[in-house]
């Protein structure tokens, strides 16, 4: 039987304990910020970049790993793995799978033994698809039949978030000035959510925050019987350890989910959303 390795980004914000559970190894994003260039989760969290940038008067980008950084990591796990299949952010808000692609063309033959999966998706939603690909790794599927799983798969996960405010998405280009202050002045809160075409608005509540989590949660997870309830992810950005506790009792009380994970978000994906955000990541029944 080949070696599979199943590799992702730190991006898909997976709790260390499954790292390690599943021997997934991450290639790391860059912070770039006045200061200099600081890796994301080892040497700066959401925490430090939502600090950094709480007046909106100082930037800071995300920078994904180049082809070579993706050349090298791959011809490391070549030595001790006969396959690895990386699990990418999606295309459609990151150059990550044009690099990673770039990458198994430049190492020639051995590139051959690389796979890339779109996981058309980011953060939890994308951490789902990749602890769904060591699953079947682990049942001894081949690489060929992992792939296809996956490429199914992948369309049934949602992946939202609820914000407490544009602002951090305008800072970073991914909503309008229009849309930052109609959100500011009429107290709106923005749900964004992930498709092939990148992330986009998918609802916006009104009024108390607290209230439209509620809303929010109701909406995801309202119609149960079509939750594949054997994993969910929480992720979460600037919010305190009573905030988090009351949305874990209240998705308690919706779904019960077999495997319930959560984790702090990357400072890439923190640094888009900016604080009071989180998501509810899992996948729909398949038909």
Known sequence: MRKIAITT??????PKAVLQKYEIDIIYFDIA?????????????????????????KKAQSVVPNANEFKNFFRKKLEDYDEVIHICIGAGISVTVENATMAKTKLGIDGRRIHIIDSQSLSGGQGIIVMEACKCRDNGMSSEEIIAHIEQYKLRVQTTFLANNADYLYYNGKVSKAVMKLCKTLHLHPVLAMSEKGLALRWIYIGNYEKAGIRYMKKLLGKHHKIDTSACMLVYAGCNHEMIEQIKTRMGEMVQFEHFLENTASATVSCNCGPLTYGILFAHKGE
Do not use: P, Q, S
Request: with cysteine.
């Open 9 to 14: 980004e730190c991006v898909a914000d997976l």
């Open 33 to 57: 910020t006045e200061g200099g260039l600081f890796r994301d989760t080892d040497e700066v969290d959401a925490d430090n970049i939502m600090e950094y940038m709480i007046d909106g008067k």
